[in-house]
Each structure stands twice: as structure tokens, then as C-alpha cells.
């Protein structure tokens, strides 16, 4: 004998509620458990993501263009002196949205009180303004406003080392292309705040064109970086670039520049999954022993209706069905709860009081967290594979019941 599926739906919802307080703690479980995946997934999404956004900015850019030597040996000798036309074509790509040819060089800026070691950036104040300084983030003063600008826009830490104000005037110093001693002095024009004290302590800004005069260049530059659509999908522009690039340069990507964040990336999405396999398979074991209960408390009517001529199958079918609507309710609440719980983080939570932890870390002092659809999809199927597989012992065990054996069973 065989039940239409509306009857079998039946029969399984009935019975899934007959010990309500059995079936509310393990609903309550999976709830908890789905919304712990997903909210902790958008927590550490977040986390990743602000960390390779700092790193790209202090990068700056998804992708750098160099001569060949220059990452083995950052000095003015190993510069861009000019691209091919393929390679200009190709940074018009649509799927880049800005790019910055800049000086880049290590440097030594002197006070009337201390001297620091600084990477030294010779921009174009437009071109840099939509590859990695934001103009919000300047605390007084103003940024440069063209690459003959010769005033210097220094962080916020390096001012406070270098005990000196802005306005003040410093003097620096780095290696021109004959190894001699290359130094100017430049005033202090703007100070800015970035993420992190180290990116402040590290980087001072200053007219490409002086910079250039400064070491004798003449118009060659150390490196263009380059801004595309997201840091994931770099297919749509990097392998045009790649090839119409001559032997003497070479493009890398953020992954390739930075290794820690490339890592970091990686450990992520991994977490995802691992996150997901961890949660359900401890709340797998409540969902185990609350069917077998179920089938426990049935022993006698899984008999009966054995006896009275239905099929194994339609047992089996029965039982699945009481744990997927299970299941179905727990994910509909857990995702439900999770997007109201995340959503009105995303505007950001203030990390300050762990402000240095944060910075080692390569944090900024904000987390965004992140909601994913695919980490709420790939949930959800976790719960429901893993669940109905726990499910399918009990379930199988009940089908197999010798009827006479079970309608004596007490």
C-alpha cells in the first residue's frame, strides 16, 4: 500500500509535533546554529575584506606595473621610461577604473628634531586621488594640486615622531641615478590620517615632477598602479595588460605583491566551509537522537501500518519528510535572523577600543561586515544534506521493522 504525498505530508507534520517540546529545542538548535554560520561568515568576510582593502591601499592598487629589476632593487635606475602603444591601449580598458604613474623610492625626512626612513611618492595629485589617497582623510592643510606642486603631504604619526608642525619645513633625501646624494626642502602642506599608524609613518606625498628633478630622472616614473573593478576578478583586464607589455616590465597583482593577503583570502573561504561542516555536524547529534525518539515513541504504529500492508519505502519517505520540514523551519528562521542581525552592522562597528590589536592585523578600526548570499546558499545546503543524512539511519532502521516484532514491542 502507497500514500499520495499530500498524505505523507501530512502524517509527517503530525507526527513531527507530537512531543513539542522535543521538536522547539531542536528546531531552536538549528536555528541558532544556521544563524551562527552566516553571521560568523559576514564577521570574518568583513574582517578579510577590510584587511585587503588596507593592503591594497597601501599597495596602492589592485595591480603595479614595474621595470623587471625594480622589485629586487626599488631605486630610480630601475624605472618606466615609456609604454607601448598596446600597453597604453590597454590600460583603457573599461574594467579599470583609475591608474597612477608614480615615483616611488625610499627616502630619509629630516626635522629640526628627528629624521625618519619613508617611502617617498611622486604623483599626480589627479591621477592618485582614484588610485589610493581619499581626500577626506586629510586632517588640515590641503593635498597636492599638480605635479609641480612643491609643497608635502606627510601622515598624521609621522608629524607627531618628527616633532614638527605643518607648515614647517623638512628636508629629504634619497639616491639619484648615479648612487650620489639627491636631497630638497620641502614644506608641509597637508597632513592625513589613514587605517593604520604604519601607513601614516610610512608614506609622504609630493609633485611627481619636482620629485623628478629632485633625482634626475627626467620623465620616467617606478611604477603604475593600477584600480579595477573589485580585488577578486582581475580576468577581465590583467592578461590584455600582461601581454602588451614588453620584456623589460612586468605587471603583479595584489596577490602576487602581498602574499600575507593572498593568505589570508584563502584561509577565508575555506573557513566558510569548515565553519558550516563544524556547526551542523554537533547539531547533527541532537537531530539524530530527536528522530530516533520520534521512532522510538512509534514503534507499535510503524508495526501497525507495516501489518497493514504499506511499504518500507513509504516508511522511509515518512520519516525523511519529518526531518526535512525540520530542517526547512530552522533554515527559514536561522537565514531570517541572520540578515536581521547583520544588517544593521553593516554601517560599521567601532573597533577602536582594540585599536592596536586591530593594526596588527592590518585591520582598520571599523568592521563592515559582509553578507553573502552564496554563504547563506552554501549553509543551507550544508544543513540540508548533513541533516537528512542524520535523518536517513533512524528513518531506514524504522522501515526495516519486522511488523509482528514491533506490534509486541511495550
Same mark, same amino acid.
Given at each position: 500500500?502507497?500514500?499520495?504525498?499530500?498524505?505523507?505530508?501530512?502524517?509527517?507534520?503530525?507526527?513531527?509535533?507530537?512531543?513539542?517540546?522535543?521538536?522547539?529545542?531542536?528546531?531552536?538548535?538549528?536555528?541558532?546554529?544556521?544563524?551562527?554560520?552566516?553571521?560568523?561568515?559576514?564577521?570574518?568576510?568583513?574582517?578579510?575584506?577590510?584587511?585587503?582593502?588596507?593592503?591594497?591601499?597601501?599597495?596602492?592598487?589592485?595591480?603595479?606595473?614595474?621595470?623587471?629589476?625594480?622589485?629586487?632593487?626599488?631605486?630610480?635606475?630601475?624605472?618606466?621610461?615609456?609604454?607601448?602603444?598596446?600597453?597604453?591601449?590597454?590600460?583603457?580598458?573599461?574594467?579599470?577604473?583609475?591608474?597612477?604613474?608614480?615615483?616611488?623610492?625610499?627616502?630619509?625626512?629630516?626635522?629640526?628634531?628627528?629624521?625618519?626612513?619613508?617611502?617617498?611618492?611622486?604623483?599626480?595629485?589627479?591621477?592618485?586621488?582614484?588610485?589610493?589617497?581619499?581626500?577626506?582623510?586629510?586632517?588640515?592643510?590641503?593635498?597636492?594640486?599638480?605635479?609641480?606642486?612643491?609643497?608635502?603631504?606627510?601622515?598624521?604619526?609621522?608629524?607627531?615622531?618628527?616633532?614638527?608642525?605643518?607648515?614647517?619645513?623638512?628636508?629629504?633625501?634619497?639616491?639619484?641615478?648615479?648612487?650620489?646624494?639627491?636631497?630638497?626642502?620641502?614644506?608641509?602642506?597637508?597632513?592625513?590620517?589613514?587605517?593604520?599608524?604604519?601607513?601614516?609613518?610610512?608614506?609622504?606625498?609630493?609633485?611627481?615632477?619636482?620629485?623628478?628633478?629632485?633625482?634626475?630622472?627626467?620623465?620616467?616614473?617606478?611604477?603604475?598602479?593600477?584600480?579595477?573593478?573589485?580585488?577578486?576578478?582581475?580576468?577581465?583586464?590583467?592578461?590584455?595588460?600582461?601581454?602588451?607589455?614588453?620584456?623589460?616590465?612586468?605587471?603583479?597583482?595584489?596577490?602576487?605583491?602581498?602574499?600575507?593577503?593572498?593568505?589570508?583570502?584563502?584561509?577565508?573561504?575555506?573557513?566558510?566551509?569548515?565553519?558550516?561542516?563544524?556547526?551542523?555536524?554537533?547539531?547533527?547529534?541532537?537531530?539524530?537522537?530527536?528522530?530516533?525518539?520520534?521512532?522510538?515513541?512509534?514503534?507499535?504504529?510503524?508495526?501497525?501500518? &507495516?501489518? @497493514? !500492508?504499506?511499504?518500507? /519505502?513509504?516508511?522511509?519517505?515518512?520519516? +525523511?519528510?519529518? #526531518?526535512?520540514? $525540520?530542517?526547512? =523551519?530552522? &533554515?527559514? @528562521? !536561522?537565514?531570517?535572523? /541572520?540578515?536581521?542581525?547583520?544588517?544593521? +552592522?553593516?554601517? #560599521?562597528?567601532? $573597533?577602536?577600543? =582594540?585599536?592596536?590589536?586591530?593594526?596588527?592585523?592590518?585591520?582598520?578600526?571599523?568592521?563592515?561586515?559582509?553578507?553573502?548570499?552564496?554563504?547563506?546558499?552554501?549553509?543551507?545546503?550544508?544543513?540540508?544534506?548533513?541533516?537528512?543524512?542524520?535523518?536517513?539511519?533512524?528513518?531506514?532502521?524504522?522501515?526495516?521493522?519486522?511488523?509482528?516484532?514491533?506490534?509486541?514491542?511495550?
Amino acid at each position: 500500500m502507497s500514500l499520495p504525498l499530500s498524505a505523507i505530508t501530512t502524517l509527517a507534520w503530525r507526527n513531527l509535533w507530537r512531543n513539542h517540546r522535543r521538536t522547539l529545542i531542536i528546531l531552536a538548535a538549528i536555528v541558532i546554529g544556521v544563524w551562527a554560520m552566516i553571521f560568523m561568515n559576514a564577521m570574518m568576510r568583513g574582517m578579510i575584506d577590510g584587511m585587503v582593502d588596507t593592503g591594497i591601499t597601501m599597495l596602492p592598487g589592485h595591480a603595479q606595473v614595474h621595470h623587471r629589476d625594480y622589485l629586487d632593487d626599488p631605486s630610480v635606475v630601475n624605472s618606466i621610461a615609456a609604454l607601448s602603444p598596446a600597453a597604453q591601449q590597454a590600460l583603457e580598458n573599461p574594467d579599470i577604473e583609475a591608474w597612477s604613474a608614480r615615483v616611488r623610492v625610499p627616502a630619509i625626512i629630516s626635522s629640526e628634531r628627528d629624521n625618519r626612513g619613508v617611502i617617498l611618492l611622486g604623483v599626480d595629485p589627479a591621477q592618485e586621488l582614484g588610485v589610493g589617497f581619499d581626500s577626506t582623510d586629510l586632517l588640515s592643510g590641503r593635498f597636492l594640486e599638480s605635479v609641480d606642486d612643491t609643497g608635502l603631504v606627510v601622515g598624521a604619526s609621522l608629524l607627531e615622531k618628527l616633532e614638527t608642525v605643518s607648515g614647517r619645513r623638512v628636508v629629504l633625501m634619497s639616491q639619484d641615478p648615479d648612487n650620489e646624494v639627491a636631497e630638497r626642502g620641502f614644506r608641509i602642506v597637508g597632513v592625513y590620517e589613514a587605517d593604520t599608524d604604519a601607513q601614516e609613518e610610512r608614506f609622504v606625498y609630493a609633485g611627481r615632477a619636482v620629485v623628478q628633478a629632485m633625482l634626475k630622472m627626467g620623465p620616467e616614473v617606478s611604477e603604475i598602479a593600477i584600480v579595477g573593478n573589485g580585488y577578486r576578478d582581475l580576468g577581465a583586464w590583467l592578461p590584455e595588460l600582461r601581454a602588451a607589455l614588453t620584456a623589460d616590465y612586468q605587471v603583479k597583482d595584489w596577490r602576487e605583491l602581498d602574499g600575507y593577503l593572498e593568505m589570508a583570502v584563502n584561509i577565508q573561504d575555506g573557513f566558510v566551509v569548515i565553519l558550516a561542516v563544524i556547526i551542523f555536524v554537533v547539531l547533527s547529534f541532537g537531530l539524530v537522537n530527536t528522530m530516533v525518539m520520534a521512532v522510538f515513541e512509534r514503534i507499535r504504529e510503524i508495526g501497525l501500518m &507495516l501489518a @497493514l !500492508g504499506m511499504r518500507p /519505502a513509504t516508511i522511509l519517505s515518512q520519516i +525523511l519528510l519529518e #526531518g526535512l520540514i $525540520l530542517l526547512s =523551519i530552522g &533554515l527559514l @528562521l !536561522g537565514n531570517g535572523l /541572520a540578515v536581521l542581525s547583520i544588517l544593521p +552592522l553593516q554601517s #560599521g562597528i567601532d $573597533l577602536s577600543g =582594540i585599536a592596536d590589536a586591530a593594526e596588527m592585523a592590518g585591520m582598520a578600526t571599523t568592521l563592515y561586515p559582509v553578507l553573502h548570499i552564496n554563504d547563506m546558499l552554501l549553509s543551507s545546503v550544508v544543513v540540508l544534506v548533513l541533516g537528512l543524512l542524520s535523518t536517513l539511519l533512524p528513518a531506514w532502521r524504522a522501515s526495516r521493522f519486522d511488523p509482528i516484532t514491533a506490534l509486541n514491542k511495550n
